[in-house]
């Protein structure tokens, strides 16, 4: 779900409800989430920069000057938006482009060889990041059930507003320096076990 905002003429419908923040960002935040969250609820508008009032109904404009949005469904759902961009890259490494044992890159076309390779317990990793994303959005998570259910929709909703931000909660999104070195710490020295991977099997391997 979004919104559209709109900064000239205001949107007036029928009253559902106030909510209060403490300035521009918290109750623009909060309005968003709270008309999201409510199937009611078809938008929403601020004139002090610390209330809104949220709507029901049709919406028409005004003349008044005020802030507001009209409720938006995305057939596509909310997007993480930048959540995965941690720097880094991603190589694609067929089998066929495989250099041989010892043989320079470019040897025959070859474009790529191993030269470490270290595998440790994802899980051991997951939870890493895990909690540390848990304790950075810890106002977030206190507000849902315990034990927290990591699959619900409060869990996640609080892991999406660690990683992107959320003005209601007064998160700004976790550094990535923050989350890089957790994850990290898991493949160093008395972090995560290591595994050694099964076979690769299927056409994909090769001979």
């Not at 919104?3 to 209060?20: D, F």
Request: hydrophobic share 30%; charged share 20%; glycine share 12%.
């Amino acid at each position: 779900d979004r919104e559209t905002h709109s900064y000239g003429g205001c949107l007036v419908g029928r009253p559902l409800r106030t909510v209060r923040a403490w300035d521009f960002a918290s109750v623009s935040a909060m309005a968003c989430d709270a008309c999201t969250a409510d199937s009611r609820c078809s938008g929403w508008r601020t004139v002090d920069n610390v209330t809104a009032t949220l709507y029901t109904g049709r919406l028409r404009q005004s003349d008044e000057r005020c802030i507001g949005g009209e409720k938006w469904v995305s057939p596509w759902g909310s997007s993480w938006g930048s959540a995965g961009d941690l720097g880094g890259f991603w190589f694609s490494t067929p089998q066929q482009g495989m250099c041989a044992d010892g043989a320079p890159l470019g040897t025959g076309g070859c474009t790529w060889r191993v030269v470490e390779a270290t595998y440790r317990n994802a899980s051991c990793v997951d939870k890493r990041v895990d909690a540390a994303i848990e304790d950075y959005g810890s106002r977030c998570f206190e507000t849902c059930a315990k034990p927290l259910n990591r699959t619900g929709d409060c869990y996640l909703a609080c892991y999406k507003n660690a990683l992107l931000g959320d003005a209601s909660y007064n998160l700004s999104a976790v550094p990535h320096a923050q989350l890089i070195s957790h994850w990290e710490a898991g493949f160093e020295e008395g972090g995560c076990p290591a595994v050694t991977p099964a076979p690769c099997r299927g056409e994909q391997c090769g001979p």
